[in-house]
């Protein structure tokens, strides 16, 4: 019987781009930057669009964090600011 060969994965290790020598963009992060100068952290939080330079266009109603449909305005504040009221 032969002796059966053991397979080994070798793990690729991830490493952030500039080689640990460029920090993340965000103010007080000492990461390693990962892509588009944010840290893994940072950049998945990006994507998520729940940093303030978001990866979609957001409203321009203060506070409103959604992405733009028409006009720079979401949805609902397109529709309530150029769409008449239905009649009572």
């Known amino acids: 019987?032969?002796?059966?060969?053991?397979?080994?994965?070798?793990?690729?290790?991830?490493q952030a781009k500039g080689g640990g020598k460029k920090a993340c963009s965000v103010e007080g992060c000492k990461r390693p930057y990962r892509a588009k100068s944010y840290c893994f952290f940072h950049f998945?939080?990006?994507?998520?669009g729940e940093l303030p330079h978001s990866r979609y266009r957001t409203c321009?109603?203060?506070d409103?964090?959604?992405?733009?449909l028409k006009g720079g305005l979401c949805e609902k504040h397109y529709n309530e600011t150029y769409k008449p009221a239905a009649a009572a």
């Open 1 to 14: 019987m032969a002796d059966a060969q053991k397979t080994t994965l070798k793990a690729w290790p991830r």
């Open 44 to 48: 998945k939080k990006w994507r998520q």
């Open 60 to 62: 321009s109603k203060p």
């Open 64 to 68: 409103c964090r959604v992405k733009v």
